[in-house]
């Protein structure tokens, strides 16, 4: 086995070099992976572009990626349920499987209605599932947010990884190596879908109330578009899905490939907004192009917004095209302190969650993309250029941060492949 590895490594902002860093003896918990596939994610970029994210400082040279796939070349002696030659899709969070939201919580007693849940310290309901996402010890790669926990977790755009055979899950034979990359952001997709009660939604309107489930979601990015296409497999294609966007094209595109049903185009503010009343005023009348649209039928106030951008009028909008009783799922991550109306999410009691990354959804997006369903849009349309290699990863996050490509195609998921 080799004991050298070559890997794409950031020392500053916009400075990757090609290294050969030693690979360390695999433990007896671990499998070696040869990366095949790698997508590039917005919080990649970041790291790239500006040698942090947010807030998130680097403190070292860094490998990035983390949307990978790959197949196994060597299994560590406590391995039994995978081997050599298995195709696998990474993830690559590890948490510290020993804290209240890392261990699932036993169902309680049942009653007459089945089985009942109760808070456990206010954190979960008995009998959920973990939540190991939001631990606290978390280690992610190609992530610096675990400082002062050193050294980084390093990312997947080097020849091979070690990870441990517990995060890794096997791809079926229908599910090629870029599939088994974007079943990270996926995930997270699905993650949000999940804490929506999107399924259940569906069941209760198209049931008792007759209607369909009517969902926006604000940015016709990558996860964006992914949350509009679980929302239409959730619900058999039934759900009414609006997209946001400030790029028309972006929206179009959606509509075009069966992501989404409706698209407003966010119209850019004429003058630069100062006043909180202005902004407001703004973010209203965007909110009232999404009620507005619908050809036989407005859309009016949805059910469920899915907020994508992280900019602060988007979710200020979210808030008032949302219905009363509706959730708003928190998914961008842009300027940390947003100034949002409120009194207008209380009075209507809409649920404002939050969405970091993703729990327990790797098997189930796996099953997913080998289903073959007819409700789900073609995810592999979102892949729109590709790399191949170590030496071309610059040019390939070069690309990332572009809107167009030099031939006026969409910039949506870029894929370096090894």
């Known amino acids: 086995m080799a004991t050298n590895v070559k890997a794409s490594v950031l020392h500053g902002a916009r400075d990757l070099r090609v290294e050969s860093r030693p690979l360390p003896p695999l433990s007896p918990t671990d499998v070696l992976i040869s990366i095949k596939s790698t997508g590039l994610c917005g919080s990649d970029l970041h790291y790239y572009t500006h040698f942090r994210n947010g807030d998130i400082q680097v403190h070292e040279p860094l490998t990035l990626g983390h949307e990978s796939s790959g197949i196994i070349t060597a299994i560590g002696s406590s391995v039994t ?61 190609s992530s610096a947010k675990g400082w002062p926990q050193f050294p980084h977790s390093q990312g997947t755009l080097q020849e091979v990884v070690a990870h441990p055979a517990k995060w890794c899950h096997k791809l079926p034979d229908n599910v090629d190596y870029t599939m088994g990359a974007l079943a990270e952001p996926l995930s997270v997709a699905w993650h949000a879908a999940g804490r929506a009660g ?7 309107l198209s049931g008792t109330a007759g209607r369909r489930l009517n969902v926006l979601v604000f940015g016709a990015g990558a ?11 959730l619900t058999k294609g039934e759900a009414r899905v609006v997209i946001a966007d400030i790029q028309e094209d972006r929206v179009k595109f ?28 703004y ?19 949805v059910d469920v917004t899915f907020e994508c951008t992280g900019v602060e009028s988007c979710l200020q909008s979210s808030i008032y095209a ?28 809409v649920d404002l969650l ?22 789900l849009p073609d ?40």
């Not at 959606?254 to 005023?281: C, H, M, T, W, Y």
């Not at 939050?354 to 409700?375: C, M, Q, T, W």
């Not at 030099?406 to 894929?415: A, F, I, R, S, W």
């Open 81 to 141: 349920d995978l081997k050599v030659g298995d195709r696998i899709a990474l993830e690559v969070g590890q948490p510290c499987e020993k804290c209240e939201l890392c261990r699932p919580l036993p169902s309680s007693p049942s009653t007459s209605h089945g089985t009942a849940k109760t808070r456990d310290h206010g954190v979960r309901m008995m009998g959920e599932e973990s939540r190991y996402n939001i631990c606290r010890s978390m280690r992610f790669r």
């Open 198 to 204: 999107i399924s259940s939604l569906y069941s209760v």
């Open 223 to 233: 996860v964006g578009l992914l949350c509009a296409a679980v929302c239409k497999s």
């Open 254 to 281: 959606a509509v075009e490939n069966g992501f989404a049903d409706e698209a407003v185009v966010v119209p850019l503010s004429e003058k630069r907004l100062e006043k909180i009343e202005e902004k407001l005023e």
């Open 283 to 301: 973010a209203r009348s965007v909110a009232d192009r999404v009620k507005g649209v619908g050809k036989d039928e407005k859309v009016g106030e």
């Open 322 to 349: 949302t219905t009363p009783g509706g959730k708003i799922m928190i998914i961008g991550m842009g300027n940390p302190i947003q100034t949002l109306p409120i009194s207008a999410a209380s009075l209507k009691e």
């Open 354 to 375: 939050g969405v970091f990354r993703y729990a327990n959804a790797y098997p189930k997006v796996i099953e997913l993309l080998a289903s073959g369903d007819p409700h």
């Open 379 to 418: 995810l592999s349309k979102l892949v729109t250029q590709r790399y191949s290699g170590l030496e071309s990863i610059p040019r390939a996050f070069d690309m990332a941060a572009k809107v167009k490509d030099d031939e006026g195609n969409l910039v949506l998921k870029v894929m370096v492949d090894m």
